[in-house]
């Protein structure tokens, strides 16, 4: 649905500024420290939001509301914008429903839809019903979008423009409108079905005669986004293009409403998280003072997984007991090989992972990618492999009769092993994501019980063909 675009990059706005300073560090202990949640309210009125939010998320949610109904709504909507959605939400569950409206209503649309997402039903509705018409409209609008596609994360705050204005009433209208907009980066035109048709900069509107009509001097190919297009592409577009701005259409081409770029940031930084988060097996909806039930279901699934994985590699060990016990230093190479072949293994992982976030995937690619790791896999096996089969030869770990035996025993595993962990490296994350799975969704958990699989059998199983052979 994307056209070629010649809309403006950033170059082409102004940088906007508050001049706001962060405090230093230990800023936030006197106010929290001041008494009196009127006192520490007005305190807070005199800092930056930013570091007015790291005061509220420090203090218990009950605080945290009692100071908030001390503030001024336009102060708190901006305070609670940089607060993390959950943590708001649980300060919004503590106030009373009509100062909590009056904060969620001075907040931009689509941080106000991102915080009531996370409070009680019963909270929502009473702040909803509490709001003005208009607003409360405005935010079931935005709720009918999945919470991770354009439409969820846009703003209803376009800058809009009728078709047939002229230059002195777009600049009127726009002076108009930046007293209730946050951001102006690029107007929109549109005609009188909404219908997106052209945008305009800013400066082409201020050096144009007054009188010139705008679809006079408008761009017509306009990059948009479908309100159903996923965030992550959204971001990789607006990150590719230089884009402050990108506007968000309907099926019809209607102007839904734009995605600006600290909402993009936003993206960025929540994906990261979750994907960081999954490959390890915790929840992506797991933040650091998450309440200990939710942490506990995030996590138990995964760690039940990894247990299976562990008792499939005792019972490989208890397979080749005899093994052991015939060559007792294997028990301690057997780490060695393993542990090598799980770095390795994270390694490949997190640039597979990397690569197929900002869209580089395809068959065609999977198999450059394959041939690239497969070949450093290799020479990383072969060189661990030299030293450490090197070390089993001096006798590391204790001596043992036929020592060059155990050296190519150890050689062999080691190579075999990061072969197979680049192989897994790989393979894993293209087919989660062929399959339609998160493609982070604890791969470093399989990733890694495949690994320790196959390092340990490949240790033992050598060990048990050179014993044989020995007779």
Known sequence: MNEPSHQFDSSEADEVSDGEQPL????????????????????????PASDGADVLESLPSSEAADIAEYLDPNTAGRIFAEMDP?????VLDDMEAPEASMVVSAMSPDDR??????????????????????????????????PDTA??????????????????QAVAELRRLNEQFEQMYYAYVIDRRRHLIGVLAMRDLILSEPGRRITSMMRTQVTRVPASMDQEDVARLMRKSNFLAVPVV????????????????????EEATEDVQRMFGAGAEERLLSPWPLAFRMRIVWLFVQLVSLLAAGAIIARFLNVIVAMPSLAAWQIV?????????????AVTLRGLAVGESG??????????????????????????SGCAAMGLFGRYPHRLGLAAVIFLA???????????????PFAMKRLGFDRAQSALIFATALTHCVGILATLWLASMLLARLG
Do not use: K
């Open 337 to 349: 090989v393993v542990g090598m072949g799980t770095i390795v293994v994270g390694q490949t992982l």
């Open 86 to 90: 959950s943590a708001a939400a649980s």
């Open 24 to 47: 230093d560090d230990g800023g936030f202990s006197p106010i929290i420290a001041a008494g009196a949640a009127g006192d520490v309210a007005q305190q807070i009125e005199e800092i």
């Open 113 to 146: 839809v991102d915080v009531l997402e996370h409070v009680s039903d019963e909270t929502h509705d009473a702040i909803v019903g509490e709001m003005e018409p208009d607003d409360a409209e405005e935010v079931r609008q935005l709720e009918q979008y999945a």
């Open 414 to 428: 080691s190579l075999s092993t990061h072969l197979f962990a680049a192989l897994t490296g790989v393979l894993l």
């Open 151 to 168: 439409g969820g994360i846009m703003t209803t705050e376009a800058t809009a423009l009728p078709e047939d204005f002229t230059v002195a």
């Open 250 to 269: 309907d099926d019809q081409n209607r102007l839904l409403g734009i995605i600006t770029l600290d909402d993009v940031i936003d993206v960025v930084e």
């Open 363 to 388: 068959p065609r690619l999977l198999w450059r990618v394959l041939y690239r790791q497969m070949t450093v896999g290799l020479l990383s096996g072969c060189a661990i492999g030299v030293v450490a």
